[in-house]
């Protein structure tokens, strides 16, 4: 029996031991899935209190309860560490580390490559490892494999080599790890085969592409689609507004239309952990080959300039109400990118109290996941306690993320003027002054 034959047969009876690095939201959904399914998995973070918290089988992320984790860790199916020598028996590797921004807007890859030299160190005959961290076109081939394939490995043969990219969207109630098709592309047909496998078992639909390359172009596609029509409609929002039309009764028409048409809306930026973020590696990428990925820049400067067209829309509804913004009590809703999440990665809730603090506002937040942040400056935010005296109490309510839990029956009076980025308050426009993007 060949050795990849093996791995197969081991993935088939759940045999095999699963290691994943990283611990976050990526990481630690695809590991209680694994676990879920009969394989032993073993999670590694550097973070020594995600660790910790973890193997007392308690979530730190809300889209894994306690009590779906805790039988897991009870049983030995899932247990975490903080050291690579404890992944040295296991056969599958699946690297979930953050690939985020320089302030240049070119890839930190730090932690991919410190990731892949560590697994490289305990890299045994038979393993599989597959990078799941969104990455530009390339880097599992110039990356990856040059640091794997040594000691007399040979990639397709003795050691498999994989890219697939993770397709997690954090709060999201339907789509999860089962049932959100995952895309593999292996360095040889034998590391697809093996990856293919791997996966199968924890994903109702896998989806082998020509090479790992391919692969990570798919996740920058699905991104930068999504990145640049949010600019556009973030586009066409400001255009209607000088046009004085509203932007939210133009797209409900236009997506009545059955074809041709998606609709997406506007807000006060991008966030999270893909979309402001991907498009970047391929712009970079191309720059290498002296090409200008002119959609992903200009989306790019629309979508970061949307928190200052928000400062504006407070400057002027203040104004309008004869208030300078310096000195007024603004009270912003949600920092989380996102409802119903405590995600405040690239926020633009966070430029937003930014701004409004820089300018002399006297800002104050509420959002019921994230109890404090910190801005740029070092200055420290911890959320307030939402009440009806809380907005009736402020001359100014700006909703940035439109949480569920939010009570809007708190809005009694047409004294409370509301700048609502997210349209939140439409059904409630009779109780309050609404200044809408």
Known sequence: MSIQQTLLQKLANRQARVGIVGLGYVGLPLAVEFAEVGFHVIGLDLNTQKVATLNRGESYIPDIPTERLQPLVKSGRLHAT?????????????????????????????????????????AHEGMLVVLESTTYPGTTDEIVVPELAHNGFRVGENIFIAFSPERIDPGNQHYGVRNTPKVVGGVTSACTEAAVALYGTAVNTVIPVSSPTSAEMVKLLENTFRAVNIGLVNEIAIMCDKLGVDVWEVIEAAKSKPFGFMPFYPGPGLGGHCIPVDPHYLSWKLKTLNYNARFIELASEINTSMPLYVLNKVMHALNDDCKALRGSKVVVLGVAYKRDVDDVRESPALDILSLLHERGAEVVYHDPYVP???????????????????????????????????????????????????????????RARIVSL
């Open 372 to 430: 404090s942040v910190r801005l740029e400056g070092e200055t420290h935010m911890e959320s307030v306690a939402y009440s009806g005296e809380l907005l009736q109490s402020a001359d100014c309510v700006v909703v940035v993320t439109d949480h569920s839990s939010y009570d809007w029956g708190h809005v009694v009076d047409h004294s409370t003027l509301i700048v609502d980025t997210r349209h939140a308050t439409h059904p409630h426009q009779g």
């Open 82 to 122: 903080t050291s690579y020598d404890d992944l040295r028996q296991v056969d599958t590797v699946s690297i979930c580390v953050p690939t985020p921004l320089r302030k240049t807007k070119d890839p930190d890859m730090s932690f991919v490559i410190e990731s892949v030299n560590a697994v490289a160190k305990i």
